[in-house]
Nanobody
Framework: VQLQASGGGMVQAGGSLTLSCTFA???????AAWFRQSPGKERDFVAA????????GYKDSVKGRFTISRDNDKHTVYLQMNNLKPEDTAVYYC?????????????????WGQGTLVTVSS
């Protein structure tokens, strides 16, 4: 199983980025999520989505600014991030779990991508 995250970069506050995560080698249906981690902090839940996209959840501080979506034909999950703030700066990780529905804790996910850095300047 391989998860490949991409799309990170440096933007100014108020800007936008779209992260992508491609999934390879997962044979079953899976929930997918994005987490983020800043230096010295624990990995933190950002957003998650079920296989069918019928259930979606967000961290409170990103509601209304971030949108998670997926294209199962392309084995890809996206995180559209708008109105970015300096406090969104972190390494963003995608994750997958064969368990449905999605969870908010890292231990609920079996597979992880390598992370992509998002830096938001003020």
């Amino acid at each position: 199983v391989q998860l490949q995250a991409s799309g990170g970069g440096m933007v100014q506050a108020g800007g936008s980025l779209t992260l992508s995560c491609t999934f390879a080698g997962i044979k079953s249906k899976y929930a997918a999520a994005w987490f983020r981690q800043s230096p010295g902090k624990e990995r933190d839940f950002v957003a998650a989505i079920t296989w069918s996209s019928g259930s979606i959840g967000y961290k409170d501080s990103v509601k209304g600014r971030f949108t998670i979506s997926r294209d199962n034909d392309k084995h890809t999950v996206y995180l559209q991030m708008n109105n970015l703030k300096p406090e969104d700066t972190a390494v963003y990780y995608c994750a997958a779990s064969p368990i449905s529905p999605w969870g908010r804790w890292p231990h609920e996910y079996d597979y992880w991508g390598q992370g992509t850095l998002v830096t938001v300047s003020s």
